[in-house]
């Protein structure tokens, strides 16, 4: 007779067998590799980037921190024209989930003070038509301003709902965080007489100005719509030469695509002036020097009359304690054989090529332009975009060795493994009596700027390492079938208990004299009675509906139910599941939690 203890023992045991086993270690370690490829691979990349993690300034500073993003090319139709569906569909998910993923992860993060795109926002921007102009590609035509437009909305879910959380002052920034995407890219625009007015003048009617002055962290941010100045000086992809001055169509049709860019520059001067005085006001409680007894609001429409009527009020400041940052997408020339360092992954330096809608880099006479206007020595950095891998050089054909950096794409779907983005360090403490000085000779302050590239996870690596899981998965439950014995089932191998039938026909005789003893007893007992159920004739009285008294036992239907249907069932309960059976049972035990798990990793993430 079993006991409590016994069939405790035997249930913990049949529960043992389902658990743990391999099926359920397998599910356990894809557990593990998933939140490591869709969170801890994301979370430690960004805290490598912390900024306290890279800095040098001094104790008592308080820098201003920028992010640079470069490239993020939101995948659409043009990105891969011929890929089919669902693969498509697939790979315009999983960029936006990436791009999602990582830009949430780095304004958390690292808060930057101020977040700044080097242009193409998006991948066929320039294909999409307005109500004055259509792509100049056949296949494109069908796609108009409303295709665009949520483009438009796609971009801002992406990039725009997450800057939005958190704080909007800083220690370094007291009025405000800020975020600028209106530097357009050769993939929003076009390139040079590509560009077509209707297109240019939309993305500046969403995103802002695309000539700009932003004072930030002390310092002249100058964003250059260079993908526009080009068409001043664009190279024929067929012949490799510039068209500058020689009196071709190109040079001669394009001057409304080009001018404004250079009116900008030629103003540059006032324009800055105008911004720094602003900050000077604003930030360091400035004052003009003459007083006045007009109420606040005369005397500040009086000073912005002033302005306007004068506009060489820009004289009474120097713009040198401000050092320039240029901000371009398509990098300054330099020649081809300048080496980009040692984080490239393709290549070691920037190929001088040409061809539809793009150039690599400026034309050798727009570079030396933008540089003259912006003048040489104030220039500290140029920060520029297109190429999509990371390049750092000092140019040696201007004053100054200017040091620029070509910043990495931040989406995995632009040819490099790595994604990256550019973290910058402001730290340019200034006096305000230098800067009104007005005087020509001060010296731009240098060594205020730190740069540091904040490398993003591989998500083609996160997807080899999932193919790898799986492989292993496949190959551990083929093993483990091929073991399998189908007599005996796991619970089977951990049973330690009594059984509840006899096994052997041992265990049939023994049981069958219990039985017996227990029957005469019973007759015994019921002779002493007088009347009642115990005085039943011997006629009245019934078989067992299970087996008559002389009815052989049938060694394979012993203990069964008499009948087909019986026989049936008890045979199929005796049938063990053959391998294949047994291989998806537990390749099932293994999917339904890893995929729930998965799932809900991508909608929470």
């Not at 139709?77 to 697939?90: C, F």
Request: net charge neutral.
């Amino acid at each position: 007779m079993k006991t409590n203890s016994g069939i405790g023992s035997h249930n913990v045991a049949r529960i043992k067998a389902r658990i743990w086993n391999v099926p359920f270690a397998l599910t356990l370690l894809w557990t593990l590799v998933l939140l490591w490829g869709e969170r801890v691979a994301f979370q430690r990349t960004v805290t490598n980037c912390l900024w306290q993690e890279w800095e040098s300034w001094p104790a008592h500073a308080q820098p201003h921190h920028v992010l640079l993003i470069a490239d993020p090319q939101l995948v659409d139709p043009h990105t891969y024209p011929d890929r089919p569906w669902p693969l498509s569909t697939l790979t315009v998910a999983y960029t936006d989930r990436y791009l999602r993923r990582s830009y949430r992860y780095l304004q958390e993060y690292l808060r930057p003070d101020a977040t700044l795109f080097l242009g193409d926002l998006f991948d066929g921007g320039r294909e999409w038509g307005t109500a004055d102009s259509s792509s100049p590609e056949d296949r494109y035509k069908k796609y108009g301003t409303g295709f665009w437009e949520r483009e438009y909305v796609r971009f801002s879910n992406l990039f725009l709902r997450s800057w939005y959380k958190g704080s909007f002052v800083s220690l370094a920034e007291p009025q405000g965080r800020r975020i600028l995407a209106s530097l357009p890219g050769n993939h929003d625009l076009g390139f040079a007489a590509g560009i077509q007015s209707p297109v240019r003048e939309r993305f500046d009617a969403f995103f802002g100005p695309l000539n700009r002055v932003d004072i930030l962290g002390n310092h002249s941010f100058v964003h250059l719509d260079t993908v526009s100045l080009s068409a001043m000086d664009q190279i024929d992809p067929e012949t490799g030469s510039s068209g500058a001055g020689d009196g071709s169509a190109a040079a001669t049709t394009t001057t409304q695509i080009w001018k404004p860019v250079e009116e900008f520059l030629e103003g540059i001067e006032a324009t800055r002036s105008k911004a720094i005085q602003h900050v000077c006001a604003n930030r360091f409680g400035w004052k003009p020097g003459h007083q006045t007894l007009l109420s606040p609001e005369v005397e500040s429409a009086a000073r912005f009359e002033h302005s306007v009527a004068t506009p060489k009020h820009h004289k009474e400041l120097t713009s040198s304690q401000f050092p320039t940052i240029i901000l371009s997408h398509v990098p300054l020339f330099r020649p081809g054989t300048t080496s980009c360092g040692p984080m490239r992954e393709r290549g070691t330096a920037i190929p001088l090529q040409a061809g539809y809608q793009y150039q690599n880099v400026l034309t050798p006479l727009i570079s030396q332009d933008i540089v003259k206007h912006l003048t040489a020595e104030e220039i500290t950095m140029i920060y520029s975009g297109d190429d999509h891998d990371y390049c750092e050089i000092e140019h040696n054909e201007f004053t100054g060795r200017i040091r620029e950096i070509t910043v990495k794409s931040m989406s995995w779907a632009m040819g490099i493994r790595i994604p990256g983005v550019q973290l910058v360090s402001l730290w340019n403490p200034v006096d305000i009596q230098k800067v009104m000085s007005g005087n020509p000779d001060l010296a731009t302050p240098r060594d205020t700027v730190q740069n540091h590239l904040c490398l993003l996870p591989n998500q083609l690596g996160i997807f080899i390492r999932y193919a790898q899981m799986l492989g292993l998965t496949l190959i551990v439950l083929a093993v483990y079938v091929i073991r399998y014995k189908p007599g005996a089932s796991p619970e089977s191998l951990h049973e330690k208990s009594e059984p509840l039938l006899p096994l052997s026909r041992e265990h049939r005789k023994s049981d069958t004299s219990q039985t017996s003893s227990l029957q005469n007893q019973n007759q015994h007992l019921s002779t002493r009675k007088t009347g009642g159920y115990g005085n039943i004739p011997p006629t009245s009285r019934t078989g067992s509906p299970f087996k008559q008294p002389n009815e052989k036992l049938d060694d394979e239907d012993w203990g069964m139910p008499r009948g087909g249907n019986a026989a049936q069932a008890a045979s199929k309960l005796r049938r063990p599941p053959s391998r294949l059976v047994y291989f998806g049972k537990s390749m099932w035990q293994v999917a339904w939690p890893v995929l729930l798990l998965y799932f809900w990793l991508i909608y929470t993430g």
